[in-house]
């Protein structure tokens, strides 16, 4: 929560565990105070605030405090009690009563049950703790009096509370800091150093506090709700509730994950800090059914308290415009899935008073986005720790499962795979059945889905248009698990908008991309998945039509079903895509099989070698239908000639051959005349003394493994050899390959403690890649000319890098560099200028700052992921510079400079740059890539022949100052994400060369009368915004994005 700007009282802290709320109290509140100072004004204002919330509060009748003594009566209503708010006044400590009330409600404040929070009226905490000033006066009556002592003891204590607060910075604050956090944080408030004195607004911001920690309590009341606190939690924090703006926050993701039980708790847990509340479950269903006119009555009724017809939608949102601003509404609009129901429910901002709050929760994020919902929250899975308590919650009625059913209880939670839902249903399923029933039930499930949670999968899927359902089905059943971009290439030959697709699918939760390490070319490669529920939709969805015809099913992957159909010829033309991986099969009978799929656009097959004298050409067959075939081990140099591959847009065919040796013991290994051999591999080489081979002229592959303590690797004569690789290199004495010119790929693992690295003639060698070179004493490359790549990883206190001859080298990349002594990239006796290095790539690097002045003719330099770049130190020219680009870096301004040959300036993900400085113009600069940037404005004066445009999700551009009609040569122009963004230039359509024009989710509300003249251009724009013109039929227009 959230305190006052000005106010130096700390926050309560809501407690982040529900279980040990054990007791259920009599009243919220008791009040602690003096009547003479404040019942009649202060208190009297603050009792009825709380009252107004629904919170129990316990005040004293006038008449009890008459007497001397405090009642046992009083003393029970303390410790029933859960709050206590002690107003501490002038005369507070006068009141003998007051006193004893103190002493009593401190010994309750030292359980954990119960908080005491002191409200200072007119002292200050000092002066309560020390009983000095007012206090002081008020309190010496009793010095006296038999009492007094705990009397004393208790004011120091109730004042601490609020020390906290006051000496935070202090020495001791963190002794006070560390008792009090078992204390659910205490803090007090000082009403004239909390919202300037105001004493209504103080009320206010007490009882809201109070409340709110009341309602975190209670929120754990149902006992079958996991892992329901932190999620809600998340979601108040993004609310904000204490700011005074209207803010709508957005829930997504896939179906049974929680989205509705989650704001429900949101819901009751706020409802009482607003005027109006409003919860609309359903709606994708009641609009489909009953329409948007019911959605808004309801909605109406709910705020106006009182019963509203509507005569239409029209109507409807009409009275939503006029009567919602009048009330601070939390309103939530559970399952959207049009955005016609967002414009109808909740159109805009303006709708609205300052301080409510909006909820939509959604299965597909594109909603969202259209409805330029900024805030967005993907909604987490269980854990599988919290789904056990969950299942054991439902199926056991307790904590953990019981005992005997651990393991049982771990497969059932394996399955549901996070989503409660499925949890919950099989809980209550599997309430009070034995083990063997469970195991039954566990059995079932691997062949038949859960229902409820298809059910309710299945309609995201239902709500796809008929060329994205097709890809999803490919995905769950073939290609999950795919390279993205290899998985686009694939959905491409078979004619389906890949790109467009696989957004859709992300966007309603359908697929996911997670990153994966590639270290043989030093990049992530994203990875295509799906959570195992809705794989298994997809799968039974196919399946379902013919159950028991597995050869009539539009895809197939499981082995035994395809090599029935195969091995028997019951192929049929319903089978589009079939993915077979099998070691051991009958490839002649399979082939043949394949002859009726003739509507087979996928085949992959993934086999263990073969000879080619294994098989005639006769068994060969492929449809003529396919459009993407991949082979693995394909047996014959040639396709079949049957095969007319008319349709045929992806070939993938791999097959290897290879020649290996167990080296284990061998003191040393000499092979000679390698020319052409396809494959070198040698194992178990651990103490090998001496490792020689000679005539390695195009042998393909050359693979070392367990070197560790070999003392010496001579390789000669490798010309064209396509890759060399050694692992476990720790500790080899000398590592020596000649006459490398042409080879591919060059690796060497593990070389910790190696003394010397050496590769000679080197012309032309495509990478080449060193890992874990720590300590390593020296590494030389001579004669790299033309070199594709060099990398290095692992560097830590390598003594020196010497690389000769570097002419036209494409690439070279250091990593983990700490403490290496020396650099060298430059020839003997030059200064430290890298004179003719003209590719660098410094991804991942920990720079700071970049100077290009030491790399006078540089022409690439990609900094891509620099998040520690905050600088680029630019000289008054950089003539021969024509590729820059930097990623996810600091700068947070960037000058260019003299850049006249630049073509190509990409700073994607630089989201600290606020502005692009241009000094002089940049004849040819071509493509331009500002995306993610905080970029408010852009001037393109200076860049006339710019063709390629990218300010995709510049969230903070608000204006493109220079006409874009300038730009005669722009062919692409991506604004999409430019939610600040409210009109185009109206001279737009004198860039006669557009051909591609990106403007969804942006706030532009209407298009320039110059765009209708355009011939040839594509536009991708919201539905409502096309809607609104008739184009010409030379201009093509989408709803999907088109990057």
Request: net charge negative.
């Amino acid at each position: 929560m959230a305190s006052s700007s000005n106010s130096s009282a700390p926050e309560i802290m809501v407690s982040t565990s529900t279980s040990s709320i054990q007791k259920r109290f009599k009243y919220d509140v008791f009040l602690s105070f003096r009547g003479e100072d404040t019942r009649k004004n202060f208190v009297d204002h603050l009792y009825h605030a709380l009252k107004d919330k629904g919170i129990y509060t316990y005040k004293d009748d006038e008449k009890i405090q008459k007497g001397k003594r405090i009642s046992d009566d009083l003393f029970k209503s303390i410790e029933d009690s859960k709050f206590y708010i002690i107003v501490f006044s002038k005369n507070y400590a006068s009141s003998s009563w007051c006193l004893d009330e103190l002493v009593k409600i401190m010994e309750c404040h030292k359980m954990t049950e119960h908080t005491a929070y002191p409200v200072f009226y007119d002292v200050e905490p000092t002066e309560v703790h020390k009983q000095s000033g007012a206090v002081g006066e008020a309190f010496a009556k009793h010095e006296n009096e038999e009492a007094a002592g705990k009397w004393r003891e208790a004011l120091k204590e109730a004042a601490d509370l609020a020390a906290f607060a006051k000496h935070e910075n202090e020495e001791a604050a963190g002794k006070w800091r560390e008792a009090l956090k078992e204390a659910a944080d205490l803090a007090g408030w000082e009403l004239k150093n909390t919202l300037d004195g105001h004493e209504a607004k103080f009320i206010k911001k007490v009882v809201q506090e109070i409340s709110l920690e009341l309602r975190s309590i209670n929120i754990g009341f149902d006992e079958k709700l996991v892992g329901m606190d932190t999620r809600v939690r998340d979601v108040i924090s993004s609310l904000e509730v204490g700011i005074d703006e209207v803010r709508m926050i957005g829930i997504k993701g896939m179906g049974g994950a929680g989205k509705t039980t989650t704001t429900r708790s949101v819901f009751d847990h706020l409802s009482n800090d607003f005027e109006a509340k409003s919860f609309v479950e359903n709606v994708r269903e009641v609009s489909t059914i009953l329409g948007l006119k019911k959605l808004l009555e309801q909605v109406l009724s709910d705020v106006l308290k009182e019963d509203v017809t509507v005569n239409g939608v029209t109507d409807g949102k009409n009275m939503m415009k006029e009567r919602m601003c009048g009330k601070k509404v939390l309103l939530v609009l559970d399952d959207v899935d049009h955005i016609d129901q967002l414009e109808a429910l909740a159109s805009g901002p303006n709708w609205f008073k300052p301080g409510s709050r909006i909820i939509i929760t959604t299965r597909d994020e594109q909603v969202l986005v259209a409805h330029k919902v900024h805030l967005i929250r993907d909604i987490n899975l269980l854990s599988d720790k919290e789904a056990i308590c969950l299942l054991s919650r439902y199926a056991f009625g307790r904590e953990i499962p019981s005992q005997g059913y651990e393991e049982l209880s771990l497969k059932v939670v394996r399955y549901a795979a996070g989503l409660p839902l499925t949890v919950k249903v099989l809980g209550s399923f599997l309430c009070g059945k034995d083990m063997v029933e469970w195991e039954d039930a566990i059995e079932r499930l691997k062949k038949i889905p859960l229902k409820e949670t298809q059910e309710k999968l299945e309609l995201s899927y239902m709500s796809l248009e008929d060329e994205y359902k097709e890809i999803f089905l490919d995905i769950a059943c073939i290609l999950k698990g795919q390279i993205k971009e290899a998985a686009i290439r694939i959905l491409e030959s078979c004619g389906f908008h890949a790109r467009n697709g696989l957004k859709v699918l992300e966007r309603r939760s359908l697929v996911t991309f997670s990153s994966n390490y590639d270290s043989i070319f030093n990049k992530y490669d994203q990875v295509l998945g799906m959570h195992d529920h809705i794989e298994e939709m997809g799968k039974n969805i196919v399946r379902r039509e013919h159950p028991d015809e597995p050869n009539k099913h539009s895809r197939l992957w499981i082995e035994a079903e395809i090599k029935d159909i195969l091995a028997n010829d019951k192929g049929t033309e319903e089978t589009s895509c079939l993915e077979l991986d099998s070691s051991y099969a009958n490839l002649k009978n399979l082939m043949k099989g394949l002859g009726k799929m003739k509507n087979l656009r996928y085949l992959e097959m993934n086999f263990a070698n073969y000879g080619s004298s294994q098989l005639d050409e006769s068994t060969q067959y492929f449809p003529n239908s396919l459009k993407y075939l991949k082979f693995t081990n394909y047996p014959f140099l040639y396709l079949p000639k049957t095969f007319q591959a008319n349709n045929l847009v992806g070939l993938d065919m791999h097959c290897y051959y290879s020649f290996g040796l167990d080296m284990e013991d061998r003191r040393m290994v000499q092979l000679w005349d390698m020319e052409d051999t396809r494959m070198v591999q040698l194992w178990d080489m651990e103490d090998t003394r001496m490792v020689q081979l000679w005539d390695m002229e195009d042998t393909r592959m050359v693979q070392l493994w367990d070197m560790e303590d070999t003392r010496m690797v001579q390789l000669w004569d490798m010309e064209d050899t396509r890759m060399v690789q050694l692992w476990d290199m720790e500790d080899t004495r000398m590592v020596q390959l000649w006459d490398m010119e042409d080879t591919r790929m060059v690796q060497l693992w593990d070389m910790e403690d190696t003394r010397m690295v050496q590769l000679w003639d080197m012309e032309d060698t495509r990478m080449v890649q060193l890992w874990d070179m720590e300590d390593t004493r020296m590494v030389q490359l001579w004669d790299m000319e033309d070199t594709r790549m060099v990398q290095l990883w692992d560097m830590e206190d390598t003594r020196m890098v010497q690389l000769w001859d570097m002419e036209d080298t494409r690439m070279v990349q250091l990593w983990d560099m700490e403490d290496t002594r020396m650099v060298q990239l430059w020839e003997d006796g030059e200064e430290k200028v890298l004179k003719k290095l003209k590719f660098l790539y410094l991804s991942w690097s920990k720079l700071v700052t970049f100077d290009f002045r030491i790399t006078p003719n540089l022409k690439t330099l990609s900094l891509n992921y620099s998040f520690n770049l905050k600088e680029l130190c630019m000289p008054d020219s950089c003539q021969k510079l024509n590729y820059l680009e930097i990623s996810h870096s600091k700068l947070e301004t960037f000058d260019l400079g003299l850049t006249p040959n630049l073509v190509t300036l990409r700073l994607q993900g630089c989201n600290y740059v606020e502005k692009l400085h241009l000094p002089v113009a940049c004849p040819n600069l071509k493509f331009l890539n500002l995306s993610e940037s905080r970029l408010r404005s852009l001037d393109l004066e200076l860049i006339p022949n710019l063709e390629r445009l990218d300010l995709e999700n510049c969230g903070e551009l608000v204006e493109i100052n220079t006409p874009v009609g300038c730009l005669e040569k722009l062919v692409y122009l991506n604004l999409s994400g430019c939610a600040l963004l409210e009109k185009l230039p109206e001279d737009i359509g004198q860039s006669e060369c557009l051909e591609e024009l990106d403007i969804t989710y942006t706030g532009i509300s209407h298009l320039p009368q110059s765009i209708f003249e355009m011939k040839g251009l594509i536009i991708a724009a919201r539905q409502e915004l096309l809607e609104l013109y008739d184009f010409p039929s030379e201009i093509e227009t989408t709803i999907d994005p088109i990057g």
